[in-house]
């Protein structure tokens, strides 16, 4: 019984400690502008910026924030003279500042980085490199926690806050920005009901229709139909794919057809190398609501190849059921 309450007590102390997903959503849509703003004013990465602040305040809750607008940790030093509180951190009671509201914390932050000698060699460095970034921070003593860069860098890969980074720079258009949403529940699914009918072919037919996620792909890169590919999720910026795999932007778009976009707009095969000229199957049955650009990720074959195969344009789109060829010539256009 004593062990059963200790595991309880260290369960529940785990669980209030966690920062979930919806208040970590809602920090980033309340700061994200704030974090764009004061990385084109002292050059502070938005998304390092971001994910600073998520994990300083525990998305906003932690009692020093709520206390003191301070959402980076900043302690007082010697050449503050604004208002303080005190809080226990690394020692009890310290001294730490106080804002009269959020602009003002993260101004500070931006100020305290570039003000420093100990910070000048990050503001050298690549801004979208925010690993570096992330490691240099820690280097440099900005936070004790030997697992500091390491956070900072999942939480950015996680909640896709590169794309902030990019917005301020101006690499992608604000209008491209991938607003991050909690899930809907599962009562909240599309479902539906199919008609009453007394055929026999609407009875054999289910009652209800919940989609499924049908393939489950690898973590990291793998291969399909020997071409080098990653699963990515939607919100990934482009160019840190790019940069992670060591290929150049314009052809890792170029081997995806996604000629004038920087960041995914939904979970996706993303390619690293060029695809096929032909499939590792013979043929291809068109599922619903799959298109065609679905089918040229799912086989590793190349649009215009496919297209060519089947005796197809860009516009049209093969009716559900119909058989695609990937390795030669049909003998005739699919139905559409």
């Keep these: 019984m004593r062990f059963f309450s200790v595991v309880l007590f260290v369960l529940i102390t785990g669980l209030a400690k966690a920062q979930p997903t919806a208040d970590i959503i809602e920090y980033i849509n309340n700061y994200k502008k704030l974090a764009m703003d004061e990385m084109q004013r ?66 500070d932050h931006s100020d305290f980085l570039r003000s420093s000698d100990r910070y000048d060699f990050l503001f050298q460095l690549d801004p979208t490199d925010y690993k570096a970034w992330a490691y240099g921070l820690k280097r440099a ?17 996680d909640y896709n806050l ?21 899930p809907k529940p599962f009562t909240d699914l599309p479902i539906t009901v199919s008609p009453v009918s007394d055929t026999a072919e609407a009875a054999a037919q289910p009652a209800l229709q919940i989609p499924v996620t049908a393939v489950s ?28 795999y060591d290929v150049s932007l314009s052809r890792l778009l170029e081997f995806n057809d996604l000629s004038g976009q920087d960041v995914l707009k939904t979970d996706q095969l993303l390619y690293l190398q060029r695809k096929r000229k032909s499939g590792t199957n013979e043929f291809h049955i068109v599922a619903p609501g799959e298109s065609l650009y679905d089918i040229c990720q799912k086989e590793a074959i190349r649009l215009d190849v496919l297209l060519d195969y089947n005796h197809l344009q860009r516009s049209m789109q093969p009716a559900v059921g119909e058989k695609l060829y990937l390795q030669g010539t049909s003998p005739s256009r699919p139905k559409l």
């Excluded at 690499?171 to 491209?176: F, V």
């Design 162 to 182: 590169e794309q902030y980074t990019l917005i301020a720079m101006g690499k992608i258009q604000p209008s491209e920005e991938v607003v991050l949403q909690l």
């Design 217 to 244: 792909y690898p973590t990291g890169e793998f291969t399909i139909n020997n071409t080098r590919v990653i699963f990515a999720k939607q919100g990934t910026a482009l160019l840190t794919v790019a940069q992670q």
């Design 141 to 157: 003593g900005y936070a004790t926690n030997p697992k500091y860069a390491p956070i900072i860098i999942k939480l950015i890969e």
């Design 42 to 107: 002292a050059g502070v990465p938005a998304a390092v910026k971001l994910a600073q602040g998520i994990h300083e305040t525990q998305a906003g809750k932690s009692d020093l924030v709520q206390k003191s607008n301070n959402h980076f940790g900043i302690k007082c030093k010697a050449v503050w003279t604004g208002d303080r509180v005190f809080h226990d951190d690394d020692s009890r009671g310290e001294c730490f500042r106080k804002y009269g509201q959020a602009a003002e914390s993260y101004k």
